[in-house]
Nanobody, 124 residues
Framework: VQLQASGGGLVQAGGSLRLTCAAS????????MAWFRQAPGKEREFVAG????????HYADSVKGRFTISRDNAKNTVYLQMNSLKPEDTAGYYC??????????????????WGQGTQVTVSS
């Protein structure tokens, strides 16, 4: 499956952005989906994930209450709504997918498909 992320940009602290990840597959509902981010010089870190049927979501503590992950299986798309953005949210954001397991995985090594990334920059 190929993943195409979009929606990044430059925003002031306190602002909002909505990231979109479109998947090129007819079996999108079989995939657990997640968003990761990576800032320069840092390791890739888990941000949010969602199970196949949207029954369960999981968030990193650093974004809990500010970010919301959702998916539309009819459109083969997963979203990340980011509110109350902070300068420390600045990073490249990547969507990821895996067909294995039924829970959200927080380790990047659990995901087999990755999008190309979209840059989010939050100014203070």
């Amino acid at each position: 499956v190929q993943l195409q992320a979009s929606g990044g940009g430059l925003v002031q602290a306190g602002g909002s952005l909505r990231l979109t990840c479109a998947a090129s597959t007819h079996t999108f509902s079989n995939y657990v989906m997640a968003w990761f981010r990576q800032a320069p010089g840092k390791e890739r870190e888990f941000v949010a994930g969602i199970t196949r049927s949207s029954g369960n979501t999981h968030y990193a503590d650093s974004v809990k209450g500010r970010f919301t992950i959702s998916r539309d299986n009819a459109k083969n798309t997963v979203y990340l709504q980011m509110n109350s953005l902070k300068p420390e949210d600045t990073a490249g954001y990547y969507c990821a997918a895996t067909r294995f397991g039924v829970v959200v995985h927080v380790s990047p090594s659990s995901y087999h498909h990755w999008g190309q990334g979209t840059q989010v920059t939050v100014s203070s």
